[in-house]
C-alpha cells in the first residue's frame, strides 16, 4: 500500500501536484534508483525475480468454496475430457485425486504426479466454472516436503488475467505464469510489487487436513 501511494504521488498527471509532492517522491524515486530497489517500475514484470521448483517436492492441495461434491468431480471430467495434446495440453492422466469435504469447503489431494502446469490451468478452469453468482475462490495450497519455508499457496485474481498470484510460506508475494513460453516449466516469481492482501495459514492447514478422510476419484475422459 506504501509503495502505491509513492507511485501515485509521482504518477499524478497534475504537473502541480507533482511538483508539490516532489519533496516526498523525489528523494524516494533516487534511492530507488541507486538500491535498485524496483518501486518505480515501468512493468510490472521488471520487479519480478524467477525461481526455480521441483513441483514433484509438494503435497499438492485445492481449497474450494463449497460443499457441491459432485459438481466439483464434472467440474474435472470437463477439464480431461477437453484435454487434447494437440490443442489443450493439460491433462489430469496418471494422477490419483482424492477429496473431501471441510466445514463448507471441498479439499482435493494430488497424491501421484501431475504436472506443474496442469495443476496452474486446473486452478483457473474450476475458478471459471463456479455457477453463476457463485465464488470459488480456489487455493492452490503446496507444501515443501523437503524445506517448509519453500511453501506456497496461489490463488486466481481477475487483476492478473494471465496470472495466479499468491504468498510463500515466509510472506513474500509470488506469482505463476499460465502462459508462459520459457522452457523451463517449474517457475515461479517473486514479487513484492503486488498490492496487499492476506497470507494463509500453512501450518494450521495441515493439522486441519490431517484429520480428514479422503476418498479416490477415478476421472477418465468419455469414449
Do not use: C
Amino acid at each position: 500500500m506504501f509503495k502505491s501511494f509513492l507511485r501515485g504521488l509521482k504518477a499524478d498527471s497534475n504537473w502541480r501536484l507533482k511538483i508539490l509532492f516532489f519533496p516526498i517522491w523525489g528523494p524516494t524515486w533516487l534511492i530507488d534508483k541507486i538500491f535498485g530497489l524496483k518501486l518505480y517500475i515501468k512493468e510490472f514484470e521488471e520487479a519480478s525475480n524467477p525461481q526455480t521448483i521441483s513441483f514433484s517436492e509438494y503435497n499438492k492441495y485445492l481449497l474450494i468454496n463449497t460443499s457441491d461434491l459432485v459438481h466439483i468431480e464434472n467440474i474435472l471430467k470437463s477439464f480431461q475430457n477437453e484435454y487434447d495434446p494437440k490443442v489443450y495440453k493439460y491433462s489430469l492422466n496418471g494422477s490419483r485425486i482424492r477429496i473431501s469435504e471441510f466445514d463448507e469447503n471441498v479439499i482435493l489431494k494430488f497424491e501421484q504426479e501431475i504436472e506443474f502446469a496442469s495443476m496452474n490451468a486446473l486452478i483457473q478452469y474450476i475458478d471459471n466454472s463456479a455457477p453463476q453468482n457463485t465464488v470459488y475462490n480456489v487455493k492452490g495450497i503446496f507444501l515443501n516436503t523437503k524445506n517448509r519455508t519453500n511453501s506456497y499457496f496461489i490463488f486466481f485474481d481477475t487483476a492478473f488475467p494471465l496470472r495466479l498470484i499468491g504468498k510463500t510460506y515466509k510472506n513474500k508475494k509470488m506469482y505463476v505464469d499460465l502462459y508462459s513460453k520459457i522452457e523451463i516449466k517449474e517457475l515461479i516469481y517473486l514479487n513484492s510489487n503486488m498490492d496487499y492482501f492476506k497470507n494463509f495459514d500453512f501450518d494450521k492447514f495441515e493439522n486441519e487436513i490431517s484429520r480428514l478422510r479422503f476418498k479416490d476419484l477415478e476421472i477418465k475422459p468419455s469414449t
